[in-house]
């Protein structure tokens, strides 16, 4: 079977847009620059899609618009941006130079950005498989959206140079159970976003993270013996419950 990264070359030659798909929580470490140089030197039109829009407070995604274009911001959860997404689509491929009654728009980006989703949104209903567990597109779907556009999904995949498994961690690429070091993505996290995540369990803020993560655990009851809080295993359910998209704005 070929690699995730020979189905993205391909992919990339078959696409007459490319899509990069960015977690709006975490644009700046979803870019895939690989990726990206790819389609570049393709001479590919690349749309940057934000994904997860409505998991962030409007002016944080705002912002992305200067730094990515052109972009669009989407939510597949709520339907929002998928006409929009589809107007850029075809506007990119004619300002390309495509005049096909069919336009191949490859889906790409890190694991766990929700190109499935994002597909089934603009297809209307289900058709791509989702999983909130990155990895778990194998091979390329093709699914026709509409008259005119023809979706490639692919396999979420990484840089080759990367090894950075605390930010694999709240991307979503290794799922919370395979984690190495839970509390310290737990941490990662909660220094990413000061004040969100102690809000959304009702905890004090405090300086020392670690102590968070107790108070934390046991308002949750999340105990071991001997009645101490269980922070390994809070940690684990704090990077479930974030990759699962639960603490929302």
């Known amino acids: 079977m070929a690699s995730f990264w020979e189905i993205v070359d391909q992919v990339l030659w078959q696409s007459d847009v490319v899509l990069l798909l960015l977690d709006a929580r975490l644009t700046k470490e979803t870019v895939n620059r690989e990726i990206e140089e790819k389609a570049k030197s393709l001479g590919k039109p690349l749309?940057?899609?934000?994904?997860?829009?409505?998991l962030m407070e409007k002016v944080v995604v705002e912002?992305?618009?200067?730094?990515?274009?052109?972009?669009?911001?989407?939510?597949?959860?709520?339907?929002?941006?998928t006409t929009i997404l589809r107007e850029r689509i075809i506007i990119e491929s004619k300002?390309?130079?495509?005049?096909?009654?069919?336009?191949?728009?490859?889906?790409?980006?890190?694991?766990?950005?929700?190109k499935s989703s994002l597909i089934n949104a603009m297809k209307g209903r289900k058709s791509a498989p989702v999983s909130p567990m990155g990895g778990y597109t194998k091979g390329v779907?093709?699914?026709?959206?509409?008259?005119?556009?023809?979706?490639?999904?692919t396999p979420g995949v990484l840089p080759h140079w990367e090894r950075d498994d605390?930010?694999?961690?709240?991307i979503g690429t290794h799922d919370f159970t395979k984690?190495?070091?839970?509390?310290?993505?737990?941490m990662e996290l909660m220094k990413k976003f000061p004040k969100k995540i102690e809000s959304f369990y009702g905890v004090r803020i405090s300086r020392d993270l670690e102590k968070s993560i107790e108070r934390i655990a046991l308002k949750r009851n999340m105990l071991m013996k001997g009645g101490k809080p269980d922070t390994m295993r809070m940690a684990?359910?704090?990077l479930k419950e974030w990759q699962e998209g639960r603490m929302e704005k």
């Open 63 to 81: 912002r992305c618009k200067k730094q990515f274009r052109p972009s669009v911001f989407v939510s597949a959860k709520k339907r929002f941006g």
């Open 141 to 153: 779907q093709r699914v026709r959206a509409d008259s005119r556009i023809l979706f490639l999904d």
């Open 166 to 170: 605390v930010k694999h961690a709240l």
């Open 179 to 186: 984690v190495r070091d839970p509390d310290l993505a737990a």
């Open 236 to 238: 684990r359910t704090m």
């Open 47 to 54: 749309i940057y899609v934000i994904t997860k829009c409505d």
């Open 95 to 114: 300002r390309a130079g495509h005049d096909k009654k069919t336009i191949r728009v490859g889906v790409l980006g890190y694991p766990n950005v929700g």
